[in-house]
């Protein structure tokens, strides 16, 4: 199985300003997701983040807000943008290789 | 009408307790998983099931194919048992799991 290592595990951030956060595989990974989950919501998906490709995004995210990086099949990167309070949740890192999920740690964040 | 329900949404217990929870779903999956969520957001993969029963240590996960459920036991519940248990199924138009809003499950000394 895959360990997700996921940085930083927490988080507060002025209004206005944009935090990364990464995660990095120890083996190379089909599939690389990112989810937000929202207070007192479940997990919802924010794109697929494809190598050396733009990600996919679902449906009410966009990339100017959420710009995810892929430069190889271990490690993704996600950018919440020009965070306002509605951004404080928590985001998680998830990877498949179609026979296993495995899961980061999560990013708790929380924007004043 | 959500595709993974989970229940109850809450469950207070006292320590020994043997606990279920309930996971309903309404899509077509080839696996499905409960996941653990500690309080700092942390989540840990418990179970992947597609089909049966699996067991480890004092947890049991079943699921029933046909009838799209699966429930999660928790045999002799002990304080650090307290967390929130996640249900997700693959089943995301992107291959993406499909959570469910998760089960607060609190164990009392």
């Known amino acids: 199985s895959a360990v997700i290592s996921q940085k930083p595990s927490r988080d507060i951030c002025q209004r206005g300003t944009s935090l990364t956060i990464q995660c990095q595989v120890d083996?190379?990974?089909?599939?690389m997701f990112w989810y937000r989950q929202q207070p007192g919501q479940s997990l919802t998906l924010i794109a697929t983040a494809n190598q050396g490709s733009e990600a996919t995004y679902e449906s009410g995210f966009v990339i100017d807000k959420f710009p995810i990086s892929r430069p190889n099949l271990t490690f993704s990167t996600l950018t919440v943008s020009n965070m306002s309070p509605e951004d404080s949740s928590i985001y998680l890192c998830s990877a498949t290789d179609y026979t296993e999920a495995f899961f980061g740690q999560g990013t708790r964040l929380t924007v004043v | 009408k959500n595709e993974v329900e989970q229940s109850p949404q809450n469950l207070t217990a006292q320590e020994g307790e043997f606990i279920t929870i309930n996971c309903s779903y309404s899509?077509?999956?080839?696996?499905l998983h409960w996941l653990q969520q500690h309080p700092g957001g942390g989540i840990v993969s418990l179970f992947m099931?597609?089909?049966g029963k699996k067991k480890h240590g004092r947890l049991i996960a079943t699921i029933n194919i046909q009838e799209k459920h699966s429930s999660l036991h928790i045999t002799a519940s002990h304080p650090r048992d307290s967390a929130v248990y996640i249900c997700a199924v693959w089943g995301g138009s992107q291959g993406n799991l499909i959570f469910g809003k998760g089960t607060k499950l609190s164990v009392k000394p």
């Open positions: 083996s190379q990974v089909t599939m």
């Open positions: 099931l597609s089909s």
């Open positions: 899509v077509g999956i080839s696996a």
